[in-house]
Structure formats: structure tokens, C-alpha cells
């Protein structure tokens, strides 16, 4: 009879203390009794857990009372539904947003343990791509620091994202095992678990005379069970809950067939359901045409609505009140199905007609768009959706035949806005689209950055936007200060405070009151001072791991994103190659030290970008090599592009290189982590780069080429790289240089299909933006010879990118979307 005990009424354990000496002895408890070891067999892993464990209950104290908080408020509650959350470590946050950092320091320090080794010790959570993923992991940061209540859905990957190593220069993917040494953070939940179905058929089942029902009788089934993990916020304000799903086998079914002597069967079985949520499907891999995925899509959308109805159901009589006490963000189209699973959740198993249920869930979701290229915009073929989901195919043609009259209704709608309305695309082979689908059954559409959201109205969703004006709105990314400067630059955090004082670090905007110090001499050689060590640390990792010898006063370049074609590393090698040329032509000149660092993955399929992280790898080998380059410029790739490796490299960059195709980044947040750390930009006119110019002012941002304007214009009219490639003699040498094997001796044209793509069509405006491009970096140079307007321009930086905090971006949803918190 426990459970009706109030908490008050319950034993109170006295509040925990935060001394180190207390501290280490209850990581000395924990080794004992929870990891069974003696401190003196202890291994660094086993610290790592015992100090995790000691964290995590004094998190888990906060969380009880965030939970508590929220049931006795009747607050509104936001799910974060995404595919991806890229969290990376979470130690060093949990620590530092509960105030515990140097305590525990400390307290591990007399135990003889050092917090910095086994720190790094902790496995990188890459639960996710890219910008998508982490930005979501920013999001739950931000959504406990500015005390929404929300939980986070999404799947518990067994394998993360693949561990990238380079063969002879080449991309090899390997299996990420972040759960080998099990999950201190996470809480299994068994208790909390939900059928997910797949296959069968629908039969209808008359309720009484007037109302039929649809039962959906799947042919499979598996279980999706509940792995907590707690989010939480600055100065801890708030614990929320992070809940990803993993899959398992219907145990039922498993014993009759392991009782029936079928042990093979059972195991496959069991392997079968396990393998739903064994790896994350590498969304940048071109048509995501996989089953699996689209099970992995349904498996989590389904659990998690499963569980917010329930948890709806124990504090409200009805569903009437779902979008007054609940808001649902789907996080890009990977939940999109959502919409369907909802109708089909409300109506088919909790009795609401169609009607009710499709304006119910229309003012639940909301839904953000990350992309504009039409190859990652999802859709699904009609027959595959119609086999796995026949259920929610029939919704689909429901809410379509809804929409479809509806847009007739409009006067302006063509035939054409009929058809690009439609929720099923009818050129060639029928699909689903789910970006329709998540736009009509969302009461608000988001882009990420002020261009991206614009572009969406004119491209993707014009004939959406002309039926519903008012759903289309932006809210620019942000990124979590605490992780992208007081974790990750502590040394820069420091002298901030001491130049302005604390406010900052509850209000990042009040950042601006460093604008005062920006050519106080003094101020500048302490920032660079903290800049010279961050690269001081950074050239021993890449000592340390590649062998390559960096001098930490050469400029440091710095471009790590996923590899793609239209971020553009191409450009910036094809520069490389330029000025390599340059250097060796003209030794007389005094030429700036540069080393170009390069690092992120290529999606496994995805044959160019692969090639890309080669001809990386070739010329880094060749430049690096040449000792008439002098050392003055070199080429470095680092392996295995993620969180933790952008928490070194973010702080140590001098530039940073955000030069995607105008209008095809939706908004970047790496060009955010940098700004902030003091790198100066050099960049095109595209996602976010164009409110960053605004805060930062346009004399502190080296901005070049082609607009997104220009780019539709040359993409429909025609453009002629040929031309521009033969007008351009710096270019068309690199580029021959490239094609005929002078960085691949052992393979003279492996680089040549990549650069025929330059002369042919251009689609990414590589040759295009080419001599824009190379004299900006010239003008870079130039800056970097005066250390004092160099420092000027960085300072003023990190001192107007508070704005980009996504606490801010939160708050924007909450009061403009959600209307929570
Ligand atoms: C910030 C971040 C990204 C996104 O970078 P963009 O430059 O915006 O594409 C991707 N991966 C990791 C590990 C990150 O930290």
C-alpha cells in the first residue's frame, strides 16, 4: 500500500550533501555495493560509474520534483519527437548544470582519480547524423534550463552512428558499441512497454446500428519498452525526461515456439524484433528507401503516442483537452506518421469519430521542416506503406480526400496546386509524402532560419502555404552555451567573467557588454592568449593520434560537417590546391601560415562524399609533404567527426568555414559553436550565416559569393562552368591538377568523374563561387597580418552571438507554438 502514502507522509532522506568529502565517500559506496569493486582493484571505467552514480541521484532528485511539479500544475506538456538526438557525452553537463563540477573534482581528486581521464573515458552518445540530432540534444538541454516540461522520444539505437576510420585514406565504417560497458545514465523501464504492430489487415466491426468501427489486426507484433534518461538544465531548474524506445519480442510467442522445440525459430524471432532498433538508419544515405526505416518511423511514433494518451488518460476524463495540455513537435518527417497513428489511436481504439480525432491531432502536432532538398524529403511507396500500415494508408486517403476538397475550394487552385497538395505523389511510381502529411496535420510549419523558411514558402510548400497562410513560421536554431563555451572553453568562459561579470551565464544576450573590450589591447592578448591554448590542445590531439606536427600559430582553418556535396569541402580542397600552387610559384611572397582542418562522415552510400574524404586524405598527404610548401600550409583530416571532437576543435578555430551552396543549408549550428568561440566566419549568404551577419555586423563576417537567388537563377537559366573554369587560370590548374593524379599518383583518375561534375553542370556552384571564394580567404590573410583588428573582429563575435542561444530558440516555440511553459 505504499503508492498512497503522500510523499509527505513518506520517510525524508536529508538533502544530499555537495561536500568533496562527502562526495568521495559516497562514490566509495557506490564502487562497493552498486559496482561490487574494492577501490583498490577499482578500474578508471568503474570510477567513471561510480561518479556517474553519485550524480545521478542527486538528478534523479531534482527530476522527482520536476514531475511532481508539473501533475500538480497541470502545466502543459511538450513531446520533442525526433528520429536522432546526437547527445554526446553527458557527464561533464549533468555535472556542470547541477553546480557539482568541482566538487566532484575534488572529491575524485582524493580518491587519487583524475575527473579529466575519466571523462574522456565516456562513450560519445551519437544517437544521431548531424545539425538535426544535435540539435535536439541542445533542445532538451534548453527545454529544463527555461522549465518547459517535455519529455524527448525517440529510439534507443543499440549502434549509434558508425565509428569512422580511414584506410590508406578511404572511409571504413565501423560499429559503434557505446552501450559495451552498460548505461549508468538510463532507467529501463519494463513496466512502461507498448505493442507495436506491423502488417495484416483491417476489418470493420459494427458498434451498434449507426457506428461501424475499423480494427486494425496486425500480422506481427513487437514490444517496445521505455529507457529513461534524465535531462538536465541549467543550474538544474529542471529535470526532464529523455525516453527512447528499444525493441523486443512478444515473449508469449517466443516460449511456445522455444517449448515446441522450434529454439531456432524463437531466437530468429527474437533477432528479428532486437534488429528494429539495432543500428540508426544513416539518413543522408539518398533515397531512404528502406523498409527498415519506415518500421523504425512507426515503432517509435506509435510507442510514444501509446504513452502520452495513457499518461493524458491519468490526469484528464477525456481527449478533448489533448491539445490544451499537450503539444507534440515532430522533429522533421521521421515522425510524420504520427498524424495517421494519432486518427487511428483516437478513433479506432478509444472510440472518437474521424472528425473529432483529425481536428484533435491537427491542433496537437506542429511540425519543423530541415530540409529543402527534394532527395531528403520523405516519401514512401503507396505498396510498401499499404502492407506495413494498412490502417494508416486508409487514414492517409481519408485526410487526403479532406484536403483535396478543401483546396478546391480555394479559387486559385490549379489542377498543378491539386496535384502538389495531394498527400500521395502521382508522378510515376505512387508514394506517400510525408512532409505533406506532417504540414496538413500540424497547426504550425517551422522552418530553421529566416532564409531557409522564406524558401519554403516560395519552393517546397507553396501551394500548402497558399491554402494555409498562417502556419508557416520560422524560429531560427540555436545551440546550448553551456556545452558550446563554459563546458567546451572554459578558459574563455573564465575571462568573460572576469571582463563582464555573471550575467551572461543565465542570459546569453548580455554577452554584449563584452562588445566594450573589443579593441582593449590588453583584453585582446588575454583572448588570445585562451584562442593559442585551445589550438595548443587541439595539436596535441592530432600529435597524439595522426603523428602530424601543427604549429599553433598558424592560422587555424577549420571546416567538420557531415561530408556533402553541397556543404562544399570540395571548394575549400579545390582552394587548397590553389594556394598550394601559389605558394610554390611565388616563394618570394610573405604568405600567411594556414592549416585547413577538415573532419566528419560521409553517409556509407553516398559514393561522392566518399571520394570528397579521399582526395582530403591525397592532397593532405602531398601539401603536408612538400618541403617547398615550408610549412606554411597544411592539410589535416581527422577521423570520427563528433560531439566530443567538436567540443576540441570548435574552441580552437581561428576561422571557420561555413560555405554551403546558397540556399541549401537550412540554417548550420556549427557556424553558431564557432562565432561564439571567437572564430571568425568566412561564408556564403545561406541558412543561418544571414542572421549571424545581422548580429555580427557585417564588417566581422568574411561573407562571398553567389546568393540563393543567384543560384535558382543560374540553376534555371543555365550557367556554363566550362567558361567560367577556362576564364579562371588559378582554378582550371588546381582542377587539372586534381583530374590528371597529381594527388593520386597510384590511381591517376580517380579524381577525374568528380571534377568532370565541376565542367559539366555545377550543380553546387563549386566553380562558380570559386574566385569569390579564394579572394575572400585573400582577404582573410590580409586581416590576419593585424593581430589587432583580427582580435577586434573575433571579440565582437563571441560578444554578439548571444541571441543564437537556443534558450531563446525555446522560448520562441513555447510562446509562439506550443503556447507552454
Ligand atoms: C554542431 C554539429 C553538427 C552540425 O554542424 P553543421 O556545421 O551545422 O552542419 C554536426 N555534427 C556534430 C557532431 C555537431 O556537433
Known sequence: MMNRLSNTELPQPAPRSSEPSQLAVEILERLKYRIGKDPKVAKPHDWLTAAILVARDRIT????????????????????????????????????????????RDALASLGVDIDVIAALEPDAALGNGGLGRLAACFMESMATVDVPAYGYGIRYMHGLFRQQMADGWQVEL???????????????????????????????????????????????????AFDTPAVGWRATRVNTLRLWAAQPIDPILLDAFNAGDHIGALRESNKAESLTRVLYPAD????????RLRQEYFFSSASLQDILRRHLQQYPDFTSLPDAVAIQLNDTHPAVSVAELVRLLSDVHGLDFEQSWDIARRTFSYTNHTLLPEALESWPVPLFERLLPRHMQIVYAINAKILIEARRVRYAT?????????????GERRVRMGNLAFVGSHSINGVSALHTELMKETVFADLHALYPDRINNKTNGITPRR?????????????????????????????????FADNADFQERFAAVKRANKVRLAKL????????????????????????????????????????????????????????????????????????????????????????RGLLKVVFIPN??????????????????????GMEA????????????????????????????????????????????????RAEGHNPRAIIENSRELSQALSAIASGVFSPDDRNRFSGLVDGLYNHDWFMVAADFEAYAKAQREIDQLWTKPAAWYSKAVRNTARMGWFSSDRTIRQYAGEIWRAG
Not at 527530476?63 to 511539479?69: E, V
Not at 511538450?78 to 561533464?92: A, D, N, P, Q
Open 61 to 104: 532528485d531534482k527530476w522527482m520534483d520536476s514531475t511532481r511539479k508539473t501533475y500538480s500544475t497541470g502545466a502543459k506538456r511538450v513531446y520533442y519527437m525526433s528520429l536522432e538526438f546526437l547527445i554526446g557525452r553527458m557527464m561533464r553537463d549533468a555535472m556542470t548544470n547541477l553546480g557539482l563540477m568541482d566538487e566532484m
Open 542 to 629: 592530432i600529435q597524439a593520434n595522426l603523428g602530424i606536427r601543427l604549429d599553433p600559430s598558424a592560422m587555424f582553418d577549420i571546416q567538420i560537417k557531415r561530408i556533402h556535396e553541397y556543404k562544399r569541402q570540395l571548394l575549400n580542397l579545390i582552394e587548397a590546391v590553389a594556394l598550394y600552387d601559389q605558394i610554390r610559384s611565388h616563394p618570394e611572397l610573405d604568405w600567411v601560415p594556414r592549416v585547413k582542418l577538415f573532419a566528419g562522415k560521409a553517409a556509407p552510400s553516398y559514393h561522392n562524399a566518399k571520394l570528397i574524404i579521399k582526395l582530403a586524405n591525397d592532397i593532405a598527404r602531398v601539401i603536408n609533404n612538400d618541403p617547398a610548401v
Open 667 to 714: 540554417s548550420g549550428t556549427g557556424n553558431m559553436k564557432f562565432a561564439l568561440n571567437g572564430a571568425l566566419t568566412i561564408g556564403t549568404l545561406d541558412g543561418a550565416n544571414v542572421e549571424m551577419r545581422d548580429w555580427v555586423g557585417e564588417e566581422n563576417i568574411q561573407i562571398f559569393g553567389m546568393t540563393a537567388e543567384d543560384v535558382g537563377k543560374a
Open 641 to 662: 567527426y563528433n560531439v566530443s571532437l567538436a567540443e576540441v576543435m570548435v574552441p580552437a578555430a581561428d576561422l571557420s568555414e561555413q560555405i554551403s551552396t546558397a
Open 415 to 427: 489542377d498543378e496546386a491539386i496535384r502538389n497538395i495531394s498527400l500521395i505523389d502521382e508522378t
Open 484 to 516: 558550446w563555451l563554459m563546458q567546451c572553453n572554459p578558459d574563455l568562459f573564465g575571462l568573460i567573467r572576469e571582463a563582464i561579470g555573471d550575467e551572461f551565464i543565465d542570459n546569453t544576450e548580455a554577452l554584449q557588454a563584452l562588445d566594450a
Open 285 to 292: 544515405a539518398t533515397p531512404a528507401g528502406q523498409e527498415l
Open 175 to 225: 560499429p559503434e558499441t557505446w552501450l559495451a560497458h552498460g548505461n549508468p545514465w538510463e532507467f529501463e523501464r519494463r513496466e512502461c512497454s507498448y505493442e507495436i504492430g506491423y502488417g495484416g489487415s483491417v476489418e470493420t466491426v459494427n458498434i451498434d446500428e449507426e457506428v461501424q468501427r475499423y480494427v486494425w489486426k496486425p500480422a506481427e507484433r513487437v514490444i517496445a519498452t
